[in-house]
């Protein structure tokens, strides 16, 4: 991308984003709330873009979207699993527990992804990053096995995370 270029539309994916949203969330398609979704789309991101680190290298768009319809499975399946714990166990029966989940991700971009994605999912929240960036703390509302909730989140998320920003 030409620099003049950038300048003008430092993230061209995301103003598209942007356009399509706010197109999205009007009751009704006109041409003039697409050209305005356009112009926020522009002007959003460009008054942004100092504050962005460097676009991630090799990022795979077409696995960030099968990564995304795994999670918005992984959400509905857990909701139902929660309002089931909170509907048959009771409080004094609950195992809630702290999980240490050890990273190999090391784009910021990926390591907030995961966490965005853990603390999305009921019953998960993602509640602290080492000062390293090494591990993640999560809590878990209810566990019998910490280890295999660990290993899920490792094999199920943070692998697709690998491959998508890799």
Do not use: C
């Amino acid at each position: 991308m030409t620099r003049a270029f950038y300048w003008l539309l430092p993230h061209p994916f995301l103003t598209l984003l942007l356009a399509l949203v706010w197109i999205l969330l009007q009751n009704e398609f006109s041409a003039g709330m697409a050209v305005f979704g356009l112009i926020l789309g522009v002007i959003i991101p460009w008054g942004t873009s100092i504050w962005w680190p460097d676009t991630p290298k090799g990022f795979r768009i077409g696995k960030m979207v099968s990564y995304s319809l795994v999670v918005m499975w992984d959400i509905i399946v857990a909701n139902i699993q929660v309002a089931w714990i909170v509907l048959t166990v009771p409080n004094a029966k609950l195992k809630p527990a702290w999980i240490v989940v050890p990273l190999e991700l090391v784009q910021p971009e990926a390591i907030t992804v995961l966490a965005g994605t853990i603390t999305l999912t009921p019953g998960t929240v993602s509640a602290d990053l080492s000062d390293e960036g090494h591990s993640l703390l999560v809590h878990v509302l209810h566990t019998d096995d910490a280890d295999a909730v660990r290993d899920e989140i490792k094999t199920r998320y943070e692998a697709r995370l690998k491959e998508i920003f890799s």
